[in-house]
């Protein structure tokens, strides 16, 4: 079975900030790790996935993730925040056809 | 090309009452699946369809719950009879196979209100 944990239910950033968003997983086999964004009132939107191939991952948005085995973890990362990143984000994990997503860190960006 | 579409986008309903979600995926997309999303949560699956036929439901609150994606193409999510811990958002995503692999795009979601 799989599963997320996302440290931090709310995160705030000033803007030009480095945004650093956590992410564990958990997993008996080999993980596709996921980031998703909502922005309010919207679906998620996928920033970036690691499927076993290079272990730092680049997304949309400036946004990247990089998958550390030894610490079971895929933090999401963004060098300097921009206030159109204020929303929710999603870590999700998947072993095959079963994605299983943590329960979100809201982002917060102050001028 | 068209995203995922879902309607109604809200819908508030007195308990006992049954309701309705709709949801046409992105055209040539194979599998389909039916979330909740609770207040402050991440998104629960509660049901995947590869075509026509339901891969996965063991999440599906089968006693009040029931989908159906008729031709494998358009699909209905209904609670039957809603009960207040209903109230949530309920997001329809699809995606071109079912493996996992392949990012799966959400529609905007239908939020249910049940009073």
Not at chain 1, 42 to 71: D, P
Not at chain 2, 15 to 27: D, E, R
Not at chain 2, 38 to 66: C, H, M, T
């Amino acid at each position: 079975a799989q599963s997320v944990t996302q440290l931090g239910s709310h995160v705030s950033v000033s803007e030009g900030a480095l945004v650093l968003l956590r992410c564990n997983y958990s997993s008996s086999v080999p993980p596709y790790l996921f980031w998703y964004v909502q922005y309010p009132n919207q679906g998620l939107q996928l920033l970036l996935k690691y499927t076993s191939a290079a272990t730092l991952v680049k997304g949309i948005n400036g946004f990247e993730a990089e998958f550390k085995k030894s610490e079971t973890s895929f933090h999401l990362t963004k060098p300097s925040a921009h206030m159109s990143d204020a929303a929710e984000y999603f870590c999700a994990v998947s072993g095959g056809n079963d994605m299983r997503f943590g329960a979100g860190t809201r982002l917060t960006v102050k001028p | 090309e068209a995203g995922v579409v879902q309607s109604p986008r809200y819908k508030i309903i007195e308990k006992k009452q049954p309701v309705a979600f709709w949801c046409n995926p992105i055209s040539g997309h194979n599998t389909l699946y039916w979330y909740r999303q609770n207040l402050g949560q991440g998104p629960e699956l509660l049901i995947r369809y590869e075509n026509e036929e339901a891969v996965d439901d063991s999440q599906l609150p089968k006693d009040r719950f029931s989908a159906e994606r008729l031709k494998g193409v358009d699909s209905t999510l209904k609670i039957q009879p809603a009960e207040l811990g209903d109230s949530a958002v309920y997001l329809c995503a699809s995606s071109l196979d079912g493996t996992g692999l392949d990012e799966q795009f959400f529609g905007p979601g239908t939020r249910l209100t049940v009073l």
